[in-house]
Every structure is written in structure tokens, then in C-alpha cells.
């Protein structure tokens, strides 16, 4: 079952054309949601958490909003090194576990 | 970045032996975890630790054990690799007051 899902899997961009990945979610007691940036080779880099519906997080061209039903990651005028796989986690319930989507991969083409 | 390092960083092993991967942090933090990552799956849970001595199990422990003695170091065993095991590994660290995961640079494992 499926408790975390991305889309796309894959988005092509031109350097400059704005959009958004999309993380919904199907889990109760939502602790929070995590995104993190994941470049070939190495580990997942963290990006932003949300707690609560409403809640907007924004790190330089990148803004994170949640809903109570999926998170947003929107990406401004994009630039080639923003290219790179976007991760959404949740965490729910009382444990510490993360459930994780299986990413969308970002290419920025200049 | 987060004090965390992993070794090895790669490793390439037989079916049938044991391999033990090492995960070290510097921040002190009480919990660390290990993952696996493999195409088509997000990061799964392996096993976890809250504390020296205190671990518990993940969502896809079968084949593997944990240890850790000391705060800083937490150990992943494959008793007895397979080539379904063979993946990349990370490790990550968290605290008890903040939830946010940090992850180390990762392991990977090719079990022939």
C-alpha cells in the first residue's frame, strides 16, 4: 500500500520555465513532511519540513506548501543545477519512521 | 552537513558471506536509522536505534541485524548476503526534540 506518492517520475524543464512536483500522501496523524534534494552518488540533502496545512517553506528558488492531502515543491525560473532528484517523506503516527515516495527526477536544460 | 561518514563506501561481496557496513556520526545525536534505496522504491527502513543498546526493527528487516554499543556508532550485518540485498545503504540521524532525518553519503553493495 502506498503511502507516499510523486509525480511526475520525470520533468524535463527548459532553464527559466517555472512548475511544480507533487507528493500526496495517505496516512493519519501526519507529523510532518520532509523534501530533500538527492544528487547522483550521494545521500539525500535536506530541504525543507512541514507541520501543518497552510504552512509554505522557501529556500531560494524552491517553495514547499501542504495541504492536508499533498505537498507542492515549486520551483522558480529554474537553473541547470537544479537538476537533481526531488524526495518527499512523511511521518505519521507515533513512531519516528519515514515513509518516502520514490522521487521525481528533475533535468534543467539551459 | 551533517557529521555523518559511512564505511566502506562501496563494496562488492559473494553470496553466503557476511558483510558488516558501519555508520559514524560526530553530532551525538540518540537516533540513527539505516535505509536501503533501491529503483522504483523510495528509502526503505531497515532497522532503527533510540539510544545505545536500543533498537528496533524497520519494515524490511528480514536478512539483517544492527548493533550499536556507543552513541557515534551504529553497525548494519548481513549474516549471510544475497543478491537481493544488493542496494545502496544510508544512514541517517535525528534527534528526539526535532524530526527532520539527516542522511549520510551511502553504501553500495553488489552481492554476486
Known amino acids: 500500500e502506498d503511502q507516499v506518492t510523486q509525480s511526475p517520475e520525470a520533468l524535463r524543464l527548459q532553464e527559466g520555465e517555472s512548475s511544480s512536483l507533487n507528493c500526496s500522501y495517505t496516512?493519519?496523524?501526519?507529523?510532518?513532511l520532509f523534501w530533500y534534494r538527492q544528487d547522483p552518488g550521494k545521500g539525500p540533502e535536506f530541504l525543507f519540513t512541514?507541520?501543518?496545512a497552510g504552512e509554505e517553506k522557501e529556500k531560494e528558488r524552491l517553495k514547499a506548501t501542504l495541504t492536508k492531502k499533498e505537498s507542492f515543491l515549486h520551483i522558480t525560473a529554474p537553473k541547470p543545477e537544479d537538476s537533481a532528484t526531488y524526495l518527499c517523506?512523511?511521518?505519521?503516527?507515533?513512531?519516528?519512521?519515514?515513509?518516502f515516495g520514490t522521487g521525481t527526477s528533475l533535468t534543467v536544460i539551459p | 552537513d551533517a557529521g555523518i561518514t559511512q564505511s566502506p563506501r562501496h563494496k562488492v561481496t559473494e553470496t553466503g558471506t557476511p558483510v558488516t557496513l558501519r555508520c559514524h556520526q560526530t553530532?551525538?545525536?540518540?537516533?540513527m536509522y539505516w535505509y536501503r534505496q533501491d529503483p522504483g522504491h523510495g528509502l526503505r527502513l531497515i532497522h532503527y536505534?533510540?539510544?545505545?543498546?536500543?533498537?528496533d526493527k524497520g519494515e524490511v528487516s528480514d536478512g539483517y541485524s544492527v548493533s550499536r554499543s556507543k552513541t557515534e556508532d551504529f553497525l548494519l550485518t548481513l549474516e549471510s548476503a544475497t543478491s537481493s540485498q544488493t542496494s545502496v545503504y544510508f544512514c541517517?540521524?535525528?534527534?528526539?526534540?526535532?524530526?527532520?532525518?539527516?542522511f549520510g553519503p551511502g553504501t553500495r553493495l553488489t552481492v554476486l
Open positions: 541517517a540521524i535525528s534527534t528526539p526534540d526535532r524530526p527532520t532525518q539527516y
Open positions: 496516512v493519519s496523524g501526519l507529523r510532518g
Open positions: 512541514l507541520y501543518s
Open positions: 517523506a512523511v511521518q505519521a503516527g507515533t513512531g519516528n519512521q519515514f515513509y
Open positions: 553530532e551525538n545525536h540518540r537516533y
Open positions: 536505534s533510540y539510544g545505545v543498546k536500543d533498537t
